[in-house]
């Protein structure tokens, strides 16, 4: 009899429940924190760890983490279902299959180009604007070019969202990573920027030609359509302009204006209303349509609210500075190497409860550059050894709502995405944790 492996809400849920556990098998403490003016964020003070009143999570308390969750997470859920919706409302004009399909008779005789030059944007954007969530929305687009290129889906989701995580995972300039542990541990941005830019170049190409050679006649086995020329009208030439547009101004949005959630999510809802009535939809068509959009997201978006109920459970219990307090501690009496190991274990380790790359920013760079001093290694150390293993963690942790609303999106299951990712996931983890001893030899 076939085993039928979990659906992804089942697996959601069931971290829930772990989670809940896990209060009990630990004292509640917490770290004291201050308001970081510079920053403008609460920062850990090192040192001042202290256990409290146990705080064990009751069955009604997990029951409730769901709901919460799902208000905790109201932002990214709109801003799916909006941008889902508007690319749902662009892709039923027929300008994204036509513009797909010109793209393709244009590379038609060199796919391994156009599959890089597909996985140099997402990184790029990743690296920049670390762009994840917004992908869910674009499944659509990721299925019908798996489709017509006849690839593996996983290998675009991977060329796609893998990159912008990956991208995002390495950047000097993520402003959600790197930047911002780099302001907290008071570490200048010139401090081995040629050495991290280098690692970044060879991180970029390993990973993306790996999914490129992987991808080929893997799965969506379907008979390769002859290449014909492909004539796109005016009108769809405007809704894919108007799109194109969107997206650039949402990216200009977050790095010059620090655009949140909210105002990309009120962008899409334009851009689909528009691009809606440019196809010739219709007013009442277009809106049908949106909705329509609505119900394919509707799901991604749960995903989304139970990674946050994850976090709830082991915050509202006390739950998570212990566990950063007891993966640190040991690691002040190991030799230089072992505790850069320690420093890149722990923080992977802490990605699964913790999965959001800027929490974990604050929650522990605050802790590891000041034992770094201890340690005689330099500060960038604590910022590499954050950065890099609590990116590629996004890749495979299921707490991380955004990576398992895509692959769900696309129609991929969590078990065929992680025996397809693993290899290439360990391979840049080993990348990485070379990198950053090799950081700790250079730059102490």
Not at 115 to 128: D, K, Q, S
Not at 175 to 195: C, M, Q, R, S
Not at 250 to 267: E, F
Request: contains cysteine; neutral net charge; proline residues 4%.
């Amino acid at each position: 009899m076939k085993k039928t492996f979990p659906h992804p809400m089942i697996i959601m849920l069931t971290f829930v429940i772990i989670s809940g556990i896990f209060t009990y098998l630990i004292q509640s403490g917490e770290y004291e924190r201050i308001f970081d003016e510079e920053t403008g964020r609460e920062v850990v003070v090192p040192g001042s760890f202290h256990s409290i009143d146990d705080q064990n999570t009751s069955i009604s308390d997990i029951i409730l983490s769901v709901p919460e969750g799902l208000i905790e997470g109201a932002d990214v859920i709109v801003l799916i279902l909006l941008i889902g919706g508007a690319f749902y409302v662009i892709e039923k004009t027929g300008a994204l299959q036509i513009g797909i399909e010109a793209l393709i008779y244009t590379f038609r005789k060199n796919h391994f180009l156009l599959l890089f030059l597909v996985g140099l944007i997402f990184f790029m954007c990743g690296a920049t604007i670390a762009m994840q969530e917004e992908l869910i929305a674009m499944a659509p687009i990721l299925i019908l070019l798996s489709k017509k290129l006849h690839y593996d889906r996983r290998s675009i989701v991977a060329l796609t969202l893998g990159s912008a995580l990956v991208g995002g995972s390495f950047s000097p300039i993520n402003p959600f990573g790197g930047l911002l542990a780099l302001k907290i541990a008071e570490v200048d941005f010139n401090t081995g920027l040629i050495f991290r830019v280098i690692i970044l170049l060879i991180i970029m190409v390993t990973w993306i030609v790996f999914h490129i050679k992987a991808g080929k006649n893997k799965l969506d086995q379907i008979e390769i359509p002859d290449f014909k020329p492909v004539s796109i009208s005016t009108r769809h030439k405007i809704v894919l302009l108007v799109m194109t547009l969107g997206i650039l101004a949402m990216g200009w949005g977050i790095a010059k204006h620090d655009w949140g959630y909210n105002q990309m999510s009120g962008l899409f809802f334009v851009v689909g209303i528009t691009c809606g009535l440019i196809g010739k939809l219709g007013i009442n068509g277009t809106a049908k349509t949106y909705t329509e959009g609505f119900g394919e997201m509707i799901f991604a978006g749960v995903i989304v609210g139970l990674a946050r109920s994850i976090y709830y459970v082991l915050n509202q219990s006390s739950s998570i500075d212990p566990l950063i307090q007891g993966l640190f501690e040991p690691l002040q009496t190991l030799p230089t190497y072992a505790a850069a190991f320690g420093l890149f274990l722990s923080q992977m380790i802490i990605h699964i409860p913790v999965p959001s790359t800027s929490g974990q920013a604050v929650l522990t760079t605050p802790i590891t550059a000041p034992l770094t001093d201890l340690l005689g290694i330099s500060r960038l150390v604590a910022v590499m050894s954050y950065q890099y293993p609590a990116g590629l963690m996004d890749l495979i942790t299921p707490t991380n709502g955004g990576m398992m609303a895509v692959i769900a999106a696309v129609g991929v299951n969590y078990k065929d995405w992680i025996s397809y990712i693993w290899k290439s996931f360990l391979l840049l983890m080993v990348l990485g944790l070379i990198s950053v001893i090799l950081a700790s030899v250079y730059f102490s």
